[in-house]
């Protein structure tokens, strides 16, 4: 049968969300706190040991193993130590037992409440930050708790909140007090009060996280994705590649009819996202990236790791995209600086005919 100890001790656990063993080292450091409050003037440096069975305690006096002692407090010869602990050397710790105090005054069980409480707070924010620090960098889900234009966002992970900074918020998106939301873990961070959860929506990462949950073969490597330009919100390009023959690498990415590509478009509230081919030559590269314009040819140029796409006059707007925003995301994907012409622009800086490639 279990002692009542025992039980009070995995109660408290329960209620703390800590394993057994940290609530019981936390009192033991309590008590032991308690003691040398009751007896300032030893000087002992004492440990104290719990049976989480019957919760007998166990008082001890820590000593170190000098040759000459010269505090008996805290000091115990050589020779001495080694009828207690025969392998012992110089510089060990032996532990002594002491007398158990009894009747440990009013102030000193104030001493072991207060170590205790502290202890298990100490242990919770530790405990919460290891939680959550294994998220780092992953998808996780909250509920608003507070969401003011400007301002940081606040979300309740449970057993702890996260911070939505300003900077890492979609401008485009809205959210409801009690609206459940996936985020994006950026950082956690210790603090006194418990660690400090920095997410985003805003993240080009959040994008591969969702595609690496809707797509198997992303998720299992089959499918790699090269890079991601992002404008969250607005419009996104992932270049995806697959070294196993047979794998259409953006069919398995947009799925059939489309399924798993709207799965990630209806999380993101309709960001517009291509999926295009990564290719190894960086001129079908470029062309491919500047989907869903149709390119002629592309003019390289190593030395400024620029380039030139020629595109039919029809085609022109569709390649530079509303604002610019699709050359832009194509340059940011690729790496390459881009530069857009209609086929009659290039037939006329070329004075009349296009070279060869």
């Not at 202890?119 to 930050?129: H, I, P, Q, S």
């Not at 003011?148 to 959210?175: C, F, K, N």
Request: glycine share 6%.
């Amino acid at each position: 049968m279990k002692s009542d100890f025992l039980i009070a001790l995995t109660q408290l656990a329960a209620e703390r969300h800590l394993p057994k063993e940290q609530v019981l080292q936390a009192i033991e450091v309590a008590l032991a706190s308690a003691f040398k409050k009751d007896n300032p003037v030893t000087g002992q440096n004492i440990s104290v040991k719990l049976n989480p069975n019957t919760g007998d305690v166990s008082v001890f006096a820590l000593k170190t193993v000098v040759d000459e002692v010269e505090d008996p407090d805290r000091e115990i010869g050589f020779i001495e130590a080694k009828k207690i602990r025969s392998l012992g050397s110089l510089g060990d710790e032996v532990a002594l037992p002491e007398r158990l105090p009894h009747n440990a005054s009013r102030i000193a069980a104030q001493t072991a409440k207060q170590v205790v409480l502290q202890r298990l707070r100490e242990a919770g924010r530790d405990l919460l930050y290891e939680e959550f620090a294994q998220h780092k960098e992953d998808i996780i889900s909250g509920i608003v708790e507070h969401n003011e234009i400007g301002r940081s966002m606040s979300l309740d992970l449970g057993r702890a909140h996260a911070v939505m900074p300003p900077e890492e918020q979609v401008p485009t998106e809205r959210y409801k007090k009690g609206q459940r939301v996936k985020v994006y873990v950026l950082d956690v961070r210790t603090t006194p009060k418990g660690p400090e959860i920095l997410v985003s929506r805003s993240h080009k990462d959040m994008l591969k996280r969702l595609f690496e949950i809707e797509v198997p073969e992303v998720y299992n490597g089959v499918v790699e994705i090269k890079s991601i330009s992002r404008e969250a919100g607005q419009r996104s390009k992932v270049a995806v590649h697959s070294e196993q023959e047979g794998i259409d690498a953006v069919g398995s990415c947009i799925g059939i009819r489309g399924n798993r590509i709207q799965s990630i478009v209806n999380e993101l509230q309709g960001e517009k996202i291509d999926v295009i081919g990564w290719d190894s030559d960086p001129a079908r590269y470029i062309s491919n990236a500047l989907s869903p314009s149709d390119v002629a040819r592309v003019e390289m140029y190593q030395d400024d790791m620029s380039a030139t796409a020629i595109v039919p006059q029809k085609q022109l707007s569709l390649a530079i995209g509303k604002d610019g925003q699709n050359a832009r995301l194509a340059a940011r994907l690729t790496g390459w600086k881009i530069d857009i012409k209609s086929h009659a622009e290039a037939i006329e800086e070329a004075g009349g005919e296009l070279p060869e490639l």
